[in-house]
């Protein structure tokens, strides 16, 4: 009898014949994925870094890397602590992204790392870019971070940059930029940045980029939450943290079609005044009109309204 052959990871059924994996990793390669919503800058970050237009960047309104690409730089034999290893930079496709669904930009994230990390090779660190150009965290942009979030998890916190890009738009109004960064720096970005992640301004890009892919250099190399799932726990993409909070995210847009996701702290105050936050958007509508009724000030009430 043929020796059984030893299964294979379910995580492979993910992989389409597109996807451009990384052929030929080498355990001490040292791989740093930059991650953020579309436009935030990632392509041209890893461009500034190269001091090359390595990576294509769309100047128009479409987003423009969809597949994940990455670029090989040999560190120079004078390096301090890691001479002649090779620095892997590796583009993201950016949620939020003009055609692409939110699913699929998540699956070719996931199953290039759980590829890379299946052969050997784990991750130096991850960088999460957020323009601070940006007025409002929008709910795609709060998706982008929760996503990052699984895709890292907690134990890779301490191998992560999360920056802020494109300080040069805020030019003629710092304070907004700086009122920016203070929001995320002390409330969204509070969690990574306790468990040792290190905040960023690329105000001075070349510099500020060398000097954030050199603070990744250090330290030892760890496997993302996401690859842990996917090649340890042999999950598919849709059965990992990050699935799950995508798919659960997309069902409460739909239920909630106008409104913002809704913090757990804004939710446990709208279940408090009783406010059916659990049932579909059309209820919470009617709800609203029902206790106004009688107290409109254009004096209209409306008799019905319709499913
Ligand atoms: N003013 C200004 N524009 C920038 C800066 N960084 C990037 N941009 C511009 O922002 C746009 C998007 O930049 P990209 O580097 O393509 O962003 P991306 O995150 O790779 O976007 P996707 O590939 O769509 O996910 C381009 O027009 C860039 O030239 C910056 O620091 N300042
Ligand atoms: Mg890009």
Redesign the pocket.
Known sequence: MAPSSPREPKYKRDITPKDPLFDDPRPDDLIIPIM??????????INKFCCEEI?K???GLE???RQMAFHIIWLPEDHPALPKRRLVLV?T??FD?TTESEHEILRRICIWLADTYDSGTKVTGLVY?HSV?QPRMTRSAKLSYDLFHAICGENAFSKVVMAT?????TLRNPEAGEFREKDLKTKWWKEPLAQGALYKR?EE?EEDIKSAIEHLLEGHAVATQVQKELVEEDKRVEATEAGKKLSATLQSWSRNPNIQDLSPEKEEELKDSGFPVDGPFLDRVKSIFRRNKGRTSSGYVPSKIHD
């Open positions: 953020g919503l579309t436009g935030a800058g990632k392509s041209t970050f990576m960047v769309n100047h987003s423009c890397t583009d496709p950016g992204d870019l150009g890009t494109q300080w040069d738009t690329i890009p």
